[in-house]
């Protein structure tokens, strides 16, 4: 099945600089890769994601590229605002049994945006 | 529009009762799933339907039953709760095959 490893685990940066998430998968037939915005007592939110037919996707200030050769992808944020401080996970899909896709998802990023 | 509600928000259990978690949507779905997120491992598929009447096992089935009669709804069943089951529990919905696009808040459990 699908693996998925996601770096770092904490990331504290200051107001206003960038923030980069990596991750990286196992199975060369994934083709989704979403990315979530879990805030404290809520559930996660997609706030982007990219397919394999497609390197890079920017949306404002965040951005994901995606690299199939070497099976890594990553988040980057720009202009980090305190409302960003959340945890992020990555994923991505793979196949169950019967054809059908799910997500794997990363254990998370707990992103601290310091005023 | 609600999206994905989730009742109860909070449960304790004692070990060996049974108890049913809900998930309803409102955006006619046909994907819905759930999922529980412990500390450290992300969030693993429990359980998954692609529509009225048809359900599959997740990565972590065992001690949970599910079913779906309408498209609305699709509450997760624990027959008899185990600690190891204390969780916060997540119930997806997509339009899109299994990639969840809109979570509900979840149902934090504690099973003593």
């Known amino acids: 099945g699908e693996n998925v490893e996601q770096h770092p685990s904490t990331l504290s940066v200051q107001e206003g600089d960038s923030a980069v998430i990596k991750c990286t998968y196992s199975?060369?037939?994934?083709?989704?890769f979403p990315w979530y915005k879990q805030e404290l007592g809520k559930g996660p939110q997609l706030i982007i994601d990219?397919?394999?037919?497609?390197g890079e996707k920017k949306d404002q200030r965040i951005a994901v590229t995606l690299n199939k050769t070497a099976k890594h992808f990553s988040l980057h944020i720009t202009e980090t605002q305190p409302e960003d401080s959340a945890v992020y996970f990555c994923?991505?899909?793979?196949?169950?049994?019967?054809?059908?896709?799910?997500?794997?998802f990363g254990i998370g990023t707990k992103l601290q945006v310091i005023p | 529009n609600a999206g994905v509600t989730q009742t109860p928000k909070f449960q304790v259990l004692k070990t060996g009762q049974s108890m049913t978690l809900q998930c309803a949507q409102d955006m006619n779905h046909e994907y819905m799933s759930w999922y529980r997120q412990d500390p450290g491992m992300g969030l693993r598929l429990i359980h998954y339907s692609v529509g009225a009447g048809i359900t599959d096992q997740g990565e972590v089935p065992n001690g949970y039953n599910v079913s779906r009669s309408t498209t609305e709804d699709f509450p997760l069943r624990l027959l008899s709760a185990a600690p190891s089951q204390t969780s916060v529990y997540f119930c997806?919905?997509?339009?899109?095959?299994?990639?969840?696009?809109?979570f509900g808040d979840g149902t934090r459990l504690s099973i003593l």
């Open positions: 199975d060369s037939a994934s083709n989704y």
């Open positions: 990219i397919r394999s037919n497609v």
């Open positions: 997806a919905s997509s339009y899109y095959s299994n990639q969840p696009q809109h």
């Open positions: 994923a991505a899909s793979g196949y169950l049994r019967g054809g059908y896709q799910k997500v794997t």
